[in-house]
C-alpha cells in the first residue's frame, strides 16, 4: 500500500472506483511528468450530489460537493499512475466550477472543500494553484465539478 493510500486510511478514507467517462472524452490524459484529469463531477456512496449554490443549497454541502470532486481525482490519478499514488510529485492546479445562482460570491469558499482535503491528505504535495469559478448550470444538475492537473514522477 502506498504512503498517501496509508495516509488515506487514517483518514478513514476509501477512494471510489475511477468513473468512466459520459461522453466522448478519457478520464486523463498522461503527457511527459504530468496528468490531466478532466473535470469530475460531484458524486458520493448515495449517488450524485445536485443543487444550486445561493438556491436552497449551502456553503457547507458545496465543500462536500467538492471533496468528493477530489476524491474522484484522486481516483483517476491512482490510475493513470498504474495503482501507484506515491508517483505523485504535487497538485499543480485545480479548476473549480460551481452551479450558483448569479449573486452567490462564495466560490472559493466551496472549492476549499477540495482544496482543504488535498492538503490534509497529501501535505505540501496538495498544495496548488486554483481557480474557483460560478456557472449557471453543470452536468445532471451537480453543485460542482472540479478538473486537475498532477506531476508525477
Not at 111 to 140: E, M, Q, T, W, Y
Request: net charge negative; charged share 20%; aromatic share 4%.
Amino acid at each position: 500500500m502506498s504512503t498517501i493510500e496509508t495516509r488515506l486510511n487514517e483518514l478513514g478514507i476509501t477512494l471510489p472506483d475511477a468513473p468512466a467517462p459520459a461522453a466522448n472524452y478519457v478520464p486523463f490524459v498522461v503527457t511527459g511528468n504530468q496528468v490531466w484529469v478532466s473535470g469530475q463531477i460531484s458524486q458520493g456512496p448515495d449517488g450524485l450530489m445536485q443543487g444550486k449554490l445561493g438556491d436552497g443549497v449551502d456553503v457547507a454541502a458545496g465543500a462536500a460537493a467538492a471533496r468528493a470532486c477530489a476524491l474522484s481525482l484522486l481516483a483517476q490519478l491512482k490510475k493513470a499512475c498504474d495503482g501507484d499514488l506515491d508517483r505523485l510529485v504535487r497538485v499543480v492546479k485545480l479548476v473549480g466550477m460551481v452551479n450558483c445562482t448569479p449573486d452567490f460570491t462564495d466560490q472559493p469558499k466551496v472549492i476549499n472543500g477540495a482544496s482543504d482535503f488535498l492538503v490534509d491528505a497529501l501535505g505540501d504535495k496538495g498544495r496548488h494553484a486554483r481557480s474557483a469559478v460560478g456557472v449557471a448550470s453543470l452536468p445532471r444538475g451537480v453543485m460542482v465539478e472540479i478538473e486537475a492537473v498532477f506531476e508525477i514522477a
